[in-house]
């Protein structure tokens, strides 16, 4: 959908912006604007001017030297045309003007510059120019020669713009409309939203009473046989036609738009279309058979000849127009060739009709043709849109002197189609949009686009041309348009519905067997029915609680009497099998309750806890899990350091090779190396690690609330530390320390090397931290960084470190 902002204008007339700002405005409130082209864009200093003499070039037998009279002074210009003569009055484009290129049919960006030069000897101090010279085509404006200069009317007035003369001081906007707003297919519906976008007073054209005493119902009969395909049609009379040349005005509306004029009647067709969205046929009276109108479906394999000479084959899903004898047309697609206006026609049949927007789609790809008609009609338009197209038109004539209207028109309209009423509730609408806009205010926006009140009733009176407003959504929607979309607050949903989405416990443990699959486990299944016998292969002491498990009550034997306290029996069971059946490479990880008993004997049922138990042997060892349990907890969102505490006493884990994980205080789970006595009451021959996880605990922490940051605007500074620390000494205390005193520039740290040989005193090791420090605001200074430097040495040195010399 195209439009110009003149014709916008027309019925705006209070609209001022740049084509820039319309096309933001509108965008924001609904009425999407796909880009917008300026007609004379590359056209500057252009004038009407008025030739006062002609003499021959004296050197140049085709060239003729001009006396012009441009308003301000007469200036010399040469020229080739073949068409002007003294008196006329004719586009010039004045010393440092431009006009359009135009190269073999090829626009030329920028334009042409006009200098004053010479011609074979004589001075030119400007240009006359022909249509195409101002970046339009004879098509648009027949007026114009086909070849040579632009003649203006005699009551042009010299030393005025030519450009706003022709009407090319205009701007063309190119919209995307969506399907539901078929009132918008039109100049009135775009003008209507830029009217309510600016708030500015909309003017619609005001369409008089017409026609003599006669009665259009005394001319011609109308009988609708497929009412569901056409549920209404208008037709109205027209005689003594007189067919000549739009008026300049009306050819200009048309030109700017696209179409081209050719004559008074089809313009006034054209026109109409564009202003009302409604197509509309005109039909020579005289060849009407019976003068009579019939709307059916075509006849399996009927043959139609359409205006454009084309035979075509129709189908009984396809509509037509007939008159008493023959179809005359394809309805809402093209009229026929045995029914077209011709200038000889005396009296004519105006057809106004509404068409069912699905068959219309249909038959246009049926027969292989697609009109600007069908492509408005196969949206589904107002019935009630109809007799304001036609009364417009008829209007025309009258006001155009193109014929003399009869009275009354022939109207089927079995089924009319009123307003739609919707319940007007301020407080769902402020709950659907999560604002707090006063119902007055959203009555204020709802009477810019022509929606009335009904107060008794409180209803939203919808115009039948709004076909897209039919509940409380859609009026809420258009709250939000005219309130502002970057108005409204954020908010989050509500209601008691799910969102359609995992809970969120769910999408933590989805996080799990991921970040797992991704790092090449493969997911296994283990029993939670256990033997007593595992605490037994786990080293568990006698006393440990975790042999306080829930006993089966009808076991299927000693192995299966229990439920599991521990993840670790299954995983193990499983990698000793693959260990047996000589896998070299294992990594498997199980999701799985244990069942952890309140008290024994059992009064209520036991704590499910779901851990996430991770097991492996072959290639990697306790530092390669440690990556994978970090990269979990990296994508769960636990952002604060986590620490290992290595005193963990784990009884079935390696002495020296295993830690617990604390995560601001709490217990998450544990990681270690299988303790050698348990892995050989096992069967597994290799070093095999583990990590058990508790899920509920990782989940009290874990978010998936990101924060975008920036890339760095200022450079990082970097210091390289390397320190004699006593064995005892962990790194995560270390790492602890610079993090609490590294101060806000910290940025990060790493470990890069750890060494223990004759170098280094016994019983220390040598450990080297890279620390990079950056700023958010500025570069940082060397006092900035030395600074934080001496507060995380004091640190270090009152836990018995000491720098490298």
Partial sequence: MNTSLSWIKAYVPELECTAQEYTDAMTLSGTKVEGFEKLDRDLEKIVIGQILSIEKHPDADKLIVCQVDVGTETVQIVTGAPNVKEGDKVPVVLDGGRVAGNHDGKMTEGGIAIKKGKLRGVESCGMMCSIEELGSTREMYPDAPEYGIYIFPEDAKVGE????????????????????????YSVLGIAREAAATFNKPFVPPVVKATGNNEDANDYVKVTVKDTDLCPRYCARVVKNIKIAPSP???????????????????????????EYGQPMHAYDYDTLAGHEIVVRRAEKGEKFVTLDGQERTMDDSVLMICDGEKAVGIAGIMGGENSMITDDVK?????????????????????????DASGK????????????????????????????????????????????????????INALLGTDISAEEMLGYFKRVDLEYDEAAKEVVVPSWRQDVLRTADLAEEVARFYGYDNIPVTLPKGEATTGKLPFYLRVEQ????????????????????????????????DDKLRQAVPISNPLGEDFSIMRTLPLNGMLTSLAFNYNHRNKNVRLYELGNIYLPKQLPLTELPKERMQLTLGMYGDGDFYTMKGVVEELFEKTGLRDTVTYDPKSGRPYLHPGRQADIIYKGELLGYIGELHPAAADNYGIGERAYIAVLDMPAVEKFATFDRKFEGIAR?????????????????????????????????????????????????????????????????????????????????GLESMGIVLRQ
């Fill in 347 to 371: 009296t004519m049949m105006f057809e106004a009709a509404c068409f069912d927007g699905t068959n219309i789609r249909l038959s246009a790809k049926k027969i292989g043709l697609r009109t």
């Fill in 161 to 184: 713009s030519a450009v706003k003369a022709l009407g090319l001081d205009d701007v063309i906007f190119e919209y995307e409309i969506t399907s539901n707003r078929v009132d918008c």
């Fill in 248 to 274: 300049l005005w009306l050819q200009r509306r048309l030109a700017v738009n696209g179409i081209r004029p050719i004559n008074n009647v089809v313009d006034i067709t054209n026109y109409v279309m564009e």
């Fill in 511 to 542: 996080v799990a067997r991921d970040i797992a699959e991704y790092c090449g486990f493969s997911q296994g299944y283990c029993y939670s029915f256990e033997s007593p016998k595992v605490f037994d292969k786990l080293l568990l002491p006698a």
């Fill in 377 to 428: 009609f196969e949206k589904g338009l107002d019935p009630n849109n109809a007799q304001a197209a036609i009364d417009r038109a008829c209007q025309l004539m009258e006001e155009l002197g193109a014929g003399e209207v009869v009275g009354g028109m022939v109207d089927v309209y079995p089924e009319k189609r009123g307003s739609v009423r919707v319940p007007f509730e301020p407080e769902k």
């Fill in 714 to 794: 200022f450079p990082a500074v970097t210091r390289d530390i390397s320190m004699v620390v006593p064995k005892s000494v962990l790194a995560g205390d270390i790492e602890a320390m610079i993090a609490q005193r590294g101060g806000k520039y910290l940025e990060s740290y790493r470990l890069f090397d750890i060494y223990e040989g004759a170098q280094i005193e016994e019983g220390y090791k040598s450990m080297a931290y890279s620390i990079v420090f950056r700023a958010k605001d500025k570069t940082l200074e060397e006092a900035d960084v030395a600074a934080a430097m001496k507060k995380i040495l004091h």
